[in-house]
């Protein structure tokens, strides 16, 4: 019997309970508890989740759990763990899982190890990053490399390009990191006119090796370099990163320069593997290492602890009860620093092209909510932004606050207003303000009763609005590994959830198919006969431009 989500009986008993829990409010449940904190806060590793100031209470929290054992979520994780083509569409495995592990047991996939062929690749990045790093690496005219260029799209730009921005305390002096993705040629044009082609290292970063964007981008790279370098140069100038060696070598990068992943890595889980190259060149091999052992160290949690003290499966199933059992539509994730300000977009990939799904494992419709929008932003920057419409805007939105107990960039005075207002935001958004209080409050304040009356409903805020803190000791390496695969995890159990195959992508094919079909139209070497009249005649007003 497939596993349904609503007809489930954790899912009808959760059905029932989350009707109770909408006619209730965050303030009578801390009303109700005292110890909200130490019952609903979990911790693993050097992370503490705090989901106190969640819209739940003892019993929709064992209801919950109830849902993992009825989804049979630990079998899936086996099946995932035992290499099972879990990826059906595809008919592939997923084992990014296998990309940190360091232990001496082998990960199968279709019966063979993967592991020797894992350690072979690290073992070729690490050496690159020490040539390239310590000035061994030269480019054509003998100069060290002074900047890497990374052409990738989607999950072959987003995981390096977000943890490289988040380990910049990490960067070393003597070299630069940037990432193009947009087919836009504004996105390279503008970074390659910061840089020398001599001292100019490029990174073609593509599972498939296909991708429009990221083809377009490297052969326009190509072209700048060899106008300067000539056509030898691009040996000492370009490297691959891929799963397809053909069409590396098509491209005409040199087998020993391109570096090698394979299917059963996901993009949006790959960064792990070889498409971390940028980043490892970005923050150093030892760091990259230490950003692996933080993953594997959360992987080690989540295969190994029962469901009440699991982290990501805690925040998966939160994350059901808020979309499915409350009715939110929405997520917001709210770092609390600036260093993390990229994560949302990170998230967007991984969370919406994962879970974003409408069809289910047996290829039926699902008639419950998916992914829910997931959207952010860093704090403070949100606060003076969109936050009016969480406080008071009407809508259920579960906010995700996200803190390091120590600045990554120490100043005197920063580091300690921003945990206040980030505790501060929490709070607010969880207890409100009524309008007795607010009588109160301007009343004290000594202003005219008329005034009151005018003003107070505007002064008032509904509260009860959700939210989970994710506290992290520091941003470094190591957190900052467990606090992706916590998220890589999370997905990968609402998937089960949701009963979804969160490893395809189909979604983003349509698009594709169309524009191939548009470009002739647009360059003028086809007609636009069966175009609707919406898409001709955009067509035909950039035509006319001269
Ligand atoms: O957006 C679709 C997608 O296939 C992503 O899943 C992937 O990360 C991205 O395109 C880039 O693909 P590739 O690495 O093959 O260039």
Redesign the pocket.
Known sequence: MTFSLIDSAAGRALRRQGETMRQRHLRELFAADGKRFRHFSLSSGSLLADFAKQRIDADSLAALHALWHEAEVPAWIARMRNGEAINHTERRAVLHHALRHSGAEPILCNGRDVMPEVRRVLAQMERFCAEVLDGRWRGARGEPIRNVVNL?????DLGPKTAYQALSACHPPQLQVHFVSNLDGAHLATTLQKLDPATTLFVI???????QE?LQNARSARDWLVATLGEAAVARHFVAVSTNRAEVTRFGIAAENMFEFWDWV???FSLWSAIGLPLALGIGFDNFRAFLAGAAAMDAHFFDTPVERNLPATLALLEVWNTDFLGAETRVLLPYSQSLELLSHYLQ?LEM?SNGKQVDRQGLRVDYATAPILWGEAGTNGQHAFYQLIHQGGRLIPCEFIALREADYPLPGHHDKLLANCFAQSEALMRGKTLEEVRAEMQAAGLAATEIDALAPYRVFPGNQPSTTLLLPRLDPHSLGELIALYEHKVFVLGVLWNLNSFD?WG?EFGKQLANRLLPVIEGTADADGLDSSTAGLIAACRKIP
């Open positions: 990738g799209i989607g999950g072959s970063a593509s599972k498939t090796f296909t991708t990221t996901g993009g949006r990939q092209e992508q983003v």
